[in-house]
């Protein structure tokens, strides 16, 4: 692969991955932060309830960061960064549980909640011409399916019958949610037999270690000097006023 020979491609990517804490702008050495290593520097997992909820929502936040730094546009496609990232990088999911995961996604960063219920208010968008998308048309998320429901695991294993059973990172309903919440699921909560035939199950240890390994996986290969950014434009080089835009959409600048 080519090696990465453009001065400021390579001090961006280095504050990315940890290798420096400043930028040279016009001659002037700037101290900065990529705003993604913050992400996955603040979600660090422990065992409290809350943070490990918060670490979560910034891991798939850092996820979609790096979808929009990295992974090309598809042409007519759905190009959300996060759905790219989990095509590109986690290519053992299918359609339907990337799509979980990238709604999940939508309902933390949306109102910090478990569902999520598409009724035309979010709209999608084919970024190569600017046009809008109805929900469910999407190339590769033609799946006729727009109510979301979560059930989290915050635990990687679970007693069954005496035995010790592994969740999957994700595990798909075996029906699409109809949107309606009812009285009895909170009697299922009580009970501890929440029915998750109709929620996607994720298991929230396995996902972010998977996310975290996405990172590696561009650390080693920009230390190896073959990562670039991605380029919107659809050329193979990115533009001078696109590493402007990640410049300031993607650093924090310490005064």
């Known amino acids: 692969m080519e090696q990465n020979n453009r001065p400021l491609e390579k001090e961006l990517l280095d504050i990315i991955f940890g290798e420096k804490t400043n930028v040279k702008l016009w ?27 918060v670490s979560l929502i910034l891991h798939l936040i850092a996820l979609e960061q790096i979808g929009d730094l990295f992974c090309p546009e598809e042409k007519g496609g759905y190009n959300y960064g996060i759905a790219k990232a989990l095509k590109t990088f986690m290519p053992k999911l299918n359609p339907r549980e990337r799509q979980g995961i ?27 011409n600017n046009k809008k998308i109805k929900a469910g048309e999407q190339p590769e998320y033609d799946l006729n399916e727009t109510n979301y429901k979560y059930i989290l695991h915050f635990a990687k294993e679970y007693k069954k019958d005496d035995k010790t059973e592994t969740y999957p990172l994700i595990k798909q ?33 396995l996902l972010i270690e998977k996310i975290k390994e996405v990172y590696e996986i561009l650390k080693q290969k920009h230390q190896k000097g073959e990562l670039h950014f991605a380029s919107k434009s659809g050329n193979n080089i990115i533009t001078d006023n696109e590493l402007c835009e990640i410049a300031f959409k993607y650093f924090v600048y310490n005064e």
């Not at 075996?174 to 929440?194: C, P």
């Open 27 to 53: 001659n002037k050495e700037i101290d900065c932060q990529s705003t993604i290593r913050t992400a996955l520097q603040d979600a660090q997992f422990n065992s409290r309830f809350a943070k490990k909820f």
């Open 102 to 128: 990238t709604n999940l996604r939508h309902a933390l960063a949306h109102n910090f909640g478990l569902s999520f219920i598409n009724n035309d208010q979010i709209e999608y968008y084919n970024t190569q």
């Open 173 to 205: 309903p075996d029906i699409e949610w109809n949107g309606e919440f009812r009285h009895t699921e909170l009697r299922q909560v009580a009970d501890s037999k929440l029915n998750s035939t109709d929620s996607f199950e994720i298991c929230v240890p």
